[in-house]
């Protein structure tokens, strides 16, 4: 709840990394072929200001492919089902534009993202919406707000992979430039594998692969704990 003017927002910070997402809700049409669905956008943005090797100007490969993996993340893992963001039929339904700012990179961003998604996600509080039926306009009552409905909560957790004989978990910026590869893997509270994101670099065995998974369902355990606690700390008693 950092950003004032953001529908739910939440700043992490993971070593050094340090990521803010804010999520603004905005009405608008559903899409023909999918009338009883809204929209989630997420973007992740990596400004010059955060690290020396990003440059200004149109998002860089890692940007778009950070985005790309939490669009992913957010599909398989059903955290938000698009049915539950229309207001009527065919005529009107949420959009959720969610905006991930690296403020401070140092290695792990996926993680950090993906943290910082869930918890902005949780934080949104959603006025309610009624279609005037004499008018055919939308009136909203922002004195009746609701919280989105979180089906899954998906963390990610990242290894830095050395010649497939040693891993290191949350790896920081340096130890992924001298990495032979890096591995993603989401899961959510029930243990399920929601996405495994391994682009290129040295290979995994399948018993390395289990043992990443098992560490990554582990993680899942410590990091909602610790939403969970902030979440309740600033609900109003």
């Not at 440059?55 to 890692?62: F, L, M, V």
């Not at 943290?115 to 949104?124: D, G, I, Q, R, Y």
């Not at 290129?200 to 909602?224: F, M, N, W, Y």
């Amino acid at each position: 709840g950092s950003i004032t003017t953001a529908d739910g927002s939440a700043l992490v910070k993971l070593g050094n990394t340090t990521v803010i997402c804010g999520v603004k809700a905005e009405l608008a049409a559903p899409a023909v072929d999918s009338a009883n669905k809204g929209y989630i956008v997420p973007n992740v943005e990596l400004p010059s200001l955060c690290a020396e090797r990003f440059r200004s100007g149109p998002p860089g490969e890692e940007a778009q492919a950070a985005s790309q993996f939490i669009a992913d993340v957010i599909e398989n893992s059903q955290m938000i089902v698009k049915e539950d963001l229309c207001i009527a039929n065919g005529k009107l339904a949420w959009v959720l534009y969610c905006d991930i700012i690296c403020l401070d990179y140092d290695g792990n961003l996926l993680d950090a993202s993906v943290f910082a998604l869930l918890a902005a996600l949780k934080n949104v509080q959603l006025p309610l919406v009624t279609i005037n039926e004499e008018t055919g306009l939308s009136e909203v009552n922002l004195k009746q707000k609701t919280p989105l409905i979180i089906r899954k909560h998906p963390v990610a957790t990242s290894f830095a992979i050395f010649d497939d004989t040693l891993l290191i978990v949350d790896p920081t910026a340096e130890e992924e430039d001298l990495a032979t590869g890096t591995v993603t893997i989401v899961t959510d509270e029930e243990g399920r594998l929601c996405s495994v994101h391994k682009p290129g670099g040295s290979p995994l065995t399948g018993a390395k692969l289990q043992d990443c998974i098992t560490r990554a369902i582990t993680r899942h355990k410590e990091v909602k704990k610790l939403i969970d606690k902030v979440i309740k700390s600033i609900t109003p008693k």
